[in-house]
């Protein structure tokens, strides 16, 4: 694994880093792509 970034500026760069690795959690994933509305036969 890399070293998480330090320092004064370091912000923008982890913000970057999480908004990455988010879509490796499942239910984030299924939010995002809408998957639970597509898979519902009733639209709900």
């Known amino acids: 694994m890399t070293k998480s ?19 490796a959690i499942s239910t984030y994933k299924r939010r995002k792509l809408g998957i639970d509305k597509k898979a519902d ?3 709900g």
């Open 5 to 23: 970034p330090l320092g004064l500026f370091a912000g923008r760069v982890l913000v970057a880093k999480r908004k990455r690795q988010r879509w």
């Open 41 to 43: 036969p009733l639209g």
